[in-house]
């Protein structure tokens, strides 16, 4: 999702927007199962923007456990400053044509919040280790309570 920050680049700095975002992102490594929505907040700052993000969504995950696919819910809160006539590749940057590309830094925001090891449920029985049944659906004869 590209935002025009152009305009608010020609005000002084300190000078806020605030952007409403409902967006549909594809991501390779991310399984969105709703559109990212929220809101952002961007101020001008003596470098370039900083974008303030309050964003949520649902994702798809595989549980580190019994490998069952379950759904999260992702609050996200962050902050990340876009940079005007930035020559460093790590850096974000506003384009030459005043956008800035929100998508990737969010995508990164969401594979930092689910990490590894995520389980479907805290109490996760997981497979059994004899025979692969999954413990939260049926109990084989190996099942003893631990
Ligand atoms: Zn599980
Ligand atoms: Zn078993």
């Known amino acids: 999702m590209l935002i025009d920050v152009s305009e608010l680049l020609t005000k002084p700095i300190g000078e806020e927007r605030n952007l409403e975002i409902k967006e549909k992102i594809d991501a390779e490594d991310i399984i969105f199962l709703s559109p990212i929505s929220g809101n952002v907040t961007l101020m001008g700052t003596d470098a370039g923007v900083l ?23 992702v609050n996200l809160n962050f902050s990340q400053e876009y940079i005007e006539n930035s020559k ?25 919040e689910i990490g590894v090891g995520e389980l479907c449920r805290k109490d996760c029985k997981g497979l059994c280790p004899e025979c692969g049944v999954n413990w939260n659906h049926k109990k084989c004869k190996h099942f003893k309570k631990r």
């Not at 384009?95 to 930092?112: A, V």
């Open 51 to 73: 974008a303030t993000f309050s964003i949520r969504a649902k994702i798809k995950l595989v549980c580190a456990r019994c490998l069952d696919e379950f759904e999260k819910a």
């Open 88 to 112: 460093d590749e790590a850096e974000c940057r506003i384009s030459t044509k005043g956008e800035i590309d929100i998508t990737e830094s969010i995508r990164q925001e969401i594979l930092l």
